[in-house]
């Protein structure tokens, strides 16, 4: 890399046109300009750096070097764009160029607040700012860059984007600054206004800050722009001269890709617009503080050894969140679960059978704080429309004998037969969507074993011939489900309609010949 200091090609600054007798110049040098020497093509593996001067004058003078910095910057600029999105071509005399300014270096710069002193060398602090630099900008045209996220960026928990935007003593009337949210090139929120001369952009505002409430965005998809693509609407211009709000297609708080600033040229006459705009401290503000609630109720009832009851009543509202988490889901849940159990053969304890019936039912309502996919917060009665149901219902009994009966017969019919039953049914509705289905499960087992006797064979030997048990057992189980989608207006149409049966049978028989041979 090599620079001529004649020459003003990569000279960015030059403070003796700013104050009288500081001769320090700042220059910047694209990496991209420079020579490959002696094979090396890529900085993946810089070692060392060696810095000299050629062309010195004879005789004494001084040559000093205030700091050499690598800079980069998250902010990349982009095609300038006339009133279509067509960039314009590189041949243009069109420039724009997007890099920092700071107190430490720029003599011209002017930070929007104090920032304080250094409590180690008692220096002002260093304080930097964003500076868009446009060059012969044509009237409709703009000039812009963006900052890409590595993933999607929430902004769900916050109130509202500031930020502190200059423009210079000589910014041309009708300037344009922007600031888009953006989700893809078709998604996005824009706020833009005519940039005033100085750091006080907001007449009302008791300081620099510019505030841009996240709410004026999102109530660009509310009431008569509901089923309108692009909205354009104007803010408190007599506060911040030219404030805008437009939206393009459906953008959502929760899924921002990337921030872009810019400038547009909207001069009145069509000229050309040339000028600086520096752009300092953008950040998220007024945190949501809703406080958060959780509740848990619970029941036990038991009736001696006849019945248990269980109710179980649980809530976690849309803002409560563990230690672990940032934030709440969003969803204001409520659970209710009863259970019971009743042993039915209390009332028939002569026959000897165990008739255990259990109950559940369970019910779970969620209601989402925004629009589903959207960052719309919802009233109640919205909130409410939008929930999300789901219902449990189930039933089961069993049937067997608890003790043997002394009569062969009895014995040989009941003692080993047994009967299970149960029925299910689960519903769940939402705005676009109604599933239904229906368990029904059934099973029958019998069981036989009949006494040992055997045949003596050797002194510790028998043989038996008959089976050591005799079992069987028949398994039938039907499913019903239907689902249905709903469409906006209320319509349902079958997604799907599924009718199941099956049923398992099996039998075994077991012997014991010997006492140390089984099959």
Do not use: C
């Not at 304080?116 to 060398?121: R, V």
């Not at 109130?159 to 078709?186: A, K, N, P, W």
């Not at 007599?238 to 899924?255: C, D, H, I, M, T």
């Amino acid at each position: 890399l090599s620079v001529d200091l004649s020459d003003t090609t990569y000279l960015v600054q030059d403070n003796s046109e700013l104050v009288a007798g500081n001769y320090w110049r700042k220059y910047r040098i694209p990496l991209s300009d420079a020579v490959s020497l002696n094979g090396m093509g890529t900085w993946t593996s810089i070692k060392s750096a060696r810095v000299w001067t050629d062309g010195l004058p004879v005789g004494p003078g001084e040559f000093m070097i205030g700091s050499m910095d690598i800079l980069g910057s998250q902010w990349e600029p982009q095609p300038v764009v006339d009133a279509s999105g067509i960039a314009v071509p590189d041949t243009s005399t069109v420039g724009f160029r997007v890099g920092t300014k700071n107190t430490k270096e720029d003599v011209d710069y002017v930070p929007p607040f104090d920032p304080g002193t250094d409590e180690d060398t008692n220096l002002p602090k260093r304080e930097q700012s964003l500076f868009l630099l446009y060059e012969d900008l044509p009237a409709d045209h703009t000039a812009s860059a963006r900052k890409v996220f590595y993933s999607e960026e929430d902004y769900k928990g916050y109130q509202s984007m500031e930020f502190y935007l200059h423009g210079r003593s000589d910014i041309e009337d009708g300037t344009v600054f922007i600031l888009r949210l953006v989700r893809d090139s078709l998604n996005y929120y824009e706020y833009s206004l005519y940039v005033r001369p100085g750091w006080v952009q907001d007449r009302s505002a008791g300081e620099n800050l510019l505030s841009v409430p996240f709410t004026d965005l999102t109530d660009l998809k509310l009431g008569e722009y509901a089923t309108m693509d692009t909205v354009v609407a104007w803010g408190d211009t007599n506060s911040v001269r030219g404030e805008r709000l437009k939206r393009v297609g459906w953008p959502s708080l929760s899924r921002i890709r990337r921030l872009t600033v810019g400038v547009r040229n909207e001069v009145s006459g069509g000229s050309d617009i040339s000028g600086e705009l520096w752009l300092d401290d953008i950040r998220l503000s007024e945190v949501r503080k809703d406080l958060g609630w959780a509740e848990r109720a619970t029941v036990k009832a038991k009736f001696a050894d006849f019945m248990n009851v269980d109710f179980d009543l649980r809530h976690v509202d849309w803002e409560f969140h563990s230690l672990k988490q940032e934030r709440g889901s969003g969803q204001d849940n409520v659970t209710y679960n009863l259970t019971g159990t009743m042993n039915a053969d209390r009332f028939v304890s002569a026959l000897g059978v165990s008739t255990p019936v259990s109950v559940t039912w369970k019910r779970s309502v969620s209601q989402p704080k925004f629009s589903t996919g959207s960052d719309i917060v919802l009233d109640p009665e919205q909130s409410a429309s939008e929930k999300t149901e789901n219902l449990d219902r189930s039933i089961a009994l069993s049937l067997s004998r608890k003790r043997q009966s002394p009569d062969f017969w009895t014995h040989f019919l009941m003692d080993g037969l047994s009967l299970r039953a149960s029925f299910a049914e689960h519903e769940r509705s939402s705005p676009t969507k109604a599933d239904t289905s229906r368990t029904l499960r059934g099973r029958v087992s019998y069981r036989y074993a009949p006494e040992k006797q055997g045949i003596r064979l050797f002194r510790n030997t028998e043989l038996f011939i008959k089976p050591t048990s005799f079992r069987v057992n028949a398994d039938v189980h039907v499913i019903r489900s239907q689902n249905y989608d709903i469409s906006t207006s209320g319509i349902k149409t079958q997604r799907s309609d599924n009718h199941d049966k099956k049923l398992n049978a099996d039998a075994g028989i077991d012997f014991q010949f010997l006492d140390n041979l089984r099959t």
